[in-house]
């Protein structure tokens, strides 16, 4: 059974940190586009950040350009996001996905569509 397993998310004041993580099971990461979206109560699940199958390229949303970091580990079949200096607005809940794709270059932009494999989400909440 392919899946993908979020983890790391909980309540932080603002200004904290989180590291989330991507574990899958049933299948290998490590070729494949990854990508972070969350969804804020009210709002669409909107795309957060993505790397590249070769872990070269990345993308970030303006909203969280500077603040957050993608990298996987291969080797750990896992994806991260590391999230500092977050602010109230971060607050949703995050989920991970898969593309069945090869490809060096990736975008928070491509079509939610076309990733075929999703977690379960973790949830995020930034208050005071």
């Known amino acids: 059974q392919l899946q993908l397993v979020e983890s790391g998310g909980g309540l932080v004041q603002p200004g904290g940190s989180l590291r989330l993580s991507c574990a899958a099971s049933?299948?290998?990461?490590?070729?494949?586009?990854i990508g972070w979206f969350r969804q804020a109560p009210g709002k669409e699940r909107e795309g957060v950040s993505c790397?590249?199958?070769?872990?070269?390229?990345?993308d970030y949303a303006d909203p969280v350009k500077g603040r957050f970091t993608i990298s996987r580990d291969n080797g750990k079949n896992t994806v991260y996001l590391q999230m500092n200096n977050l602010k109230p607005e971060d607050t949703g809940i995050y989920y991970c996905?898969?593309?069945?794709?090869?490809?060096?270059?990736?975008?928070?932009?491509?079509?939610?569509?076309?990733?075929?494999?999703w977690g379960q989400g973790t949830q995020v909440t930034v208050s005071s």
């Open positions: 996905a898969a593309r069945p794709i090869r490809a060096y270059y990736c975008s928070t932009s491509t079509s939610q569509s076309t990733y075929d494999t």
């Open positions: 049933g299948f290998t990461l490590n070729w494949r586009n």
């Open positions: 790397i590249g199958s070769y872990g070269d390229r990345v």
